[in-house]
């Protein structure tokens, strides 16, 4: 029987020296953003790749959402005959949380994985030695446009997403709840902030980052054949989930916890 | 007697405490074509690793042209490592690149040459293999392991490489495409006067392009000299490795346990 507080130790100095490597990774992966060359052709490549492709996914998501949201907003609100107020709580949960949460958790889904995936084999495969080899940083050709492609793609998918949302509200509440329309538009765009909108691209943004950043660190450090592959794909998207709630959350009281 | 073109010495490299690499030294004459033998996990690769900067040794030195790169910045190890060429063992191709770009990656990305003529000397340096133009088109996932063998070489020609490193060059093929990529290999060494350093397990391979053979085993050079003398060397672990027998003082992993 081992001591456990040898255990814990062990636990937690292995989860301070991931933090350690994930930090320096950060670091050294940040300073190839700014620093010459730039690869532009890779940027563009890699912003088609996340924003595009992903546009089906975070759409659809955002549309039943937002149209769920007011199904039940109004269900809830017929209690106090407060009906009118579904366009302002969807606008706001949307665009304030649920658009940029759940677009940003979509494309994690879909690109961290994809990401440490191919990062994944190159490492396994050798590519990434023999990049080194052909005088090309990996930093700079593979994770540097990664990064930038995925800060700059996010708030496109997620203003969509917001809009999508909040049309998705739009279609249940006139459609099928018997609110008017031109109203609903009325009030949304009363409730509405400039904050808001400024507050979830923020958002949007960091969430690019650390989809890129795990989805790279993982794909980057992966060892041992598919396996370890298919091992660095699910951390990815996992850490990646994480890093997305966490920084929502401290980035909400940041911004909102001031004016309650 | 003029400098080597790789000087390692008391190299020392472990992986918590598996030690790979413990005491190793070994020079690389000018033009000179080395092949280190050794069995899987006697540390080739991670020497290999070393000289290139993959890894950073415990301690030890290593010079490329007189050079010390262990202490090097990133700056001066990118002016070392556009003068070396490397072939991998599984060729490591890029597969998003088609098969001409990947041999003009290093002339258009390190170099700074203009598409264009990186594909005139990529055309060429494919020829130089025994490989068409029209196989530049395709990608690299089409070709079969020697193509990509012989494209993996191309690469590593492409930028007229001083140095060039080829590991385990012949593993995965069959004996008549073995033959095929060790005589490339000489021809093309010749033809660039490159200094070479071979890492295989292939007796066959090493017979063909070396100079001279150096054993690694545990770690440790024990045994180098000219190819003439690798029948008769003397030394037991040398002649268990040529002979390819499992009696003798070399003992695999698996008889331990």
Not at chain 2, 108 to 123: C, M, R, S, T, Y
Request: net charge neutral.
């Amino acid at each position: 029987m081992k001591n456990p507080l040898v255990i814990v130790g062990r636990i937690i100095l292995g989860a301070l020296s991931e933090f350690g490597r994930l930090f320096i990774f950060t670091a050294t992966a940040v300073s190839h953003v700014f620093r010459p060359p730039i690869y532009w052709r890779l940027i563009g490549q890699q912003m088609w790749l996340i924003g595009y492709n992903s546009l089906p996914v975070v759409g659809l998501t955002a549309l039943f959402t937002g149209a769920a949201l007011a199904q039940q907003i109004f269900v809830g609100g017929s209690r106090f005959n407060a009906e009118s107020v579904v366009p302002g709580v969807v606008v706001i949960a949307i665009v304030r949380e649920l658009g940029p949460v759940l677009g940003g958790l979509m494309v994690a889904g879909r690109v961290s994985s994809a990401m440490a995936a191919e990062l994944g084999t190159m490492r396994v495969t050798e590519q990434i030695d023999a990049l080194t080899t052909l005088s090309t940083d990996p930093f700079k050709y593979l994770i540097a446009p990664r990064l930038l492609a995925a800060v700059f793609t996010l708030p496109m998918l997620v203003l969509v997403a917001n809009i999508l949302g909040v049309m998705g509200g739009f279609l249940i509440g006139t459609e099928r709840l018997g609110l008017n329309g031109a109203s609903y538009l009325q009030v949304t765009a009363d409730f509405l902030e400039r904050a808001d909108v400024y507050s979830s691209m923020v958002k949007a943004g960091v969430f690019g980052f650390f989809i890129a950043l795990m989805g790279s660190y993982h794909g980057y450090n992966s060892r041992g054949g598919a396996q370890g592959v298919g091992k660095a794909t699910t951390n990815a998207v996992v850490s990646a989930f994480i890093a997305i709630l966490l920084s929502n959350l401290i980035i909400t009281v940041i911004v909102f916890g001031e004016i309650s | 007697m003029s400098t080597p073109m790789i000087d390692i010495k008391n190299l020392k490299k472990s992986f918590g405490n598996k030690i790979v690499l413990s005491n190793m030294n070994l020079s690389v004459k000018k033009g000179e074509s080395l092949v280190i033998i050794g069995g899987s996990g006697s540390g080739k690769s991670v020497m290999l690793k070393c000289i290139l900067g993959l890894l950073h040794p415990d301690s030890g030195t290593i010079h490329v042209d007189g050079q010390d790169i262990v202490q090097m910045g990133s700056r001066g190890r990118k002016r070392i490592l556009d003068k070396i060429g490397m072939l991998f063992q599984g060729a490591a191709l890029f597969d998003s690149l088609k098969v001409w770009e990947n041999v003009a990656f290093g002339l258009i990305q390190g170099q700074g040459l203009n598409k264009k003529d990186a594909k005139e000397i990529a055309v060429e340096k494919l020829g130089r293999v025994g490989l068409t133009a029209d196989v530049g088109e395709l990608s690299p996932a089409e070709l079969s392991g020697g193509m990509q063998k012989r494209v993996g070489l191309a690469r590593a020609i492409a930028g007229d490489p001083e140095i060039i490193f080829f590991d385990e060059p012949t593993t995965g093929l069959d004996p008549i495409m073995a033959d095929v990529i060790n005589d490339l290999i000489v021809e093309c060494v010749k033809d660039l006067g490159a200094t070479t350093l071979t890492i295989t397990h292939d007796m066959a391979s090493a017979h063909k392009i070396a100079d001279r053979v150096a054993m690694l085993y545990h770690g440790e050079i024990i045994w180098e000299g000219d190819k003439a003398r690798i029948e008769n060397s003397g030394n037991p672990y040398v002649e268990q490795f040529v002979s390819g027998s499992a009696q003798g003082p070399i003992q695999m992993d698996l008889m331990k346990n």
